[in-house]
């Protein structure tokens, strides 16, 4: 049985839940269940914090996990990134009261407050800046306030949270983090498959299939337009000057698409959502 690791709480664990479910995966039906097993999958399922999935598949107690980059990095584990699962997405920064701060060498002998104290401590060291780290749990936007650092090193999303406490990024970019499948390094036999199946589920979430006739002189410039991810599929009409097309669409793209389609002369766009592919 493949030994699967998943975040039992916090920002990625509703997503991951969802596209392990998404991916014909059987999740768990009580929020504290802690290990779930998935007999017809051939996978077991354990419920972890996302900070200590690294640890686990790391040392090989488990076989891969769903985390978080800037996690995986932070925790020293020999774990692998595998993929880019898509979600999660956040960077990490330095910050600092409003207009304090300029560059990173500003920081220089002084407090910074995080709770990622591996990764800063190993990003400090390669641009040979020494500071003192107060490693704190959470909440360290208040480390500043309070008193008990002169800056903070974290994972910022909106951005609204430093805002709040009067604090503004400076510096160079940290890391750039998203949520990731990780391995041991050890070659296991399901693995493949998960892959396969988490990336059907990525697919899915990215893409629409976009379905439009066209006049025959308009198709080359339409397949341009549109190119697909192999290339579109072109069907005959009964009318001998018409195509009908088949085209993979970026889901992010799909609007801007249909209204270029659209100018080129292309009719009846109808636009489908997937649920799942293998490409
Ligand atoms: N807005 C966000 N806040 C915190 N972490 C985020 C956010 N968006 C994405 N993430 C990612 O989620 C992971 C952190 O998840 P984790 O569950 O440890 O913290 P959390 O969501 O802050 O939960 P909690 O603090 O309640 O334990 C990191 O990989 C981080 O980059
Ligand atoms: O840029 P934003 O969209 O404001 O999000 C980033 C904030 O959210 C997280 O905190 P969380 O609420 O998880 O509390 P924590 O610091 O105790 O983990 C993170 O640690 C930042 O503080
Ligand atoms: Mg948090």
């Not at 200590?52 to 584990?77: E, K, N, P, Q």
């Not at 207009?99 to 060498?105: D, H, P, Y």
């Not at 974290?154 to 750039?176: C, H, M, N, Q, Y």
């Not at 396969?196 to 439009?212: E, P, W």
């Amino acid at each position: 049985m493949l030994r699967i690791a998943v975040p039992n709480k916090g920002s990625l664990s509703e997503t991951a839940a969802q596209m392990l479910f998404e991916a014909g995966y059987t999740g768990r039906r009580d929020p504290r269940d802690l290990v779930v097993a998935d007999p017809a999958n051939d996978v077991e399922f354990f419920y972890l914090r996302p900070r200590d999935i690294a640890t686990y598949v790391g040392s090989g107690a488990l076989d891969v996990g769903i985390t978080g980059r800037d996690l995986l990095l932070d925790s020293h584990s020999p774990a692998k990134e595998i993929a880019n699962l898509n979600f999660g997405d956040s960077t990490f920064r330095f910050a600092g009261p409003a207009g304090r701060f300029e560059t990173l060498a500003d920081l220089a002998g002084l407090r910074v407050a995080t709770s990622y104290p591996g990764l800063v401590e190993r990003f400090l060291a390669t641009h040979d800046v020494k500071v003192q780290l107060v490693t704190l749990d959470g909440a360290v936007e208040s480390a500043v306030q309070l008193g008990v650092a002169d800056a903070v090193a974290d994972v910022v999303s909106t951005g609204s949270t430093l805002r709040k406490a009067g604090l503004e990024i400076f510096g160079p970019v940290i890391l750039e983090s998203t949520a990731v499948l990780i391995d041991s390094g050890n070659e296991k036999p399901g693995i493949a498959t998960l892959l396969r199946r988490l990336q059907g589920v990525l697919v899915a979430r990215q893409y629409v299939l976009m379905d439009y006739d066209i006049p025959v002189a308009q198709l080359d410039a339409a397949c341009q337009l549109a190119p697909g991810i192999e290339s579109p599929t072109v069907s005959s009409l009964h009318d001998p000057e018409w195509v009908a097309v088949r085209v993979m669409i970026p889901r992010k793209e799909m609007n801007s698409v249909m209204d270029d389609l659209y100018e080129l002369g292309a009719r009846a766009i109808l636009v489908t959502t997937i649920h799942n592919a293998r490409l």
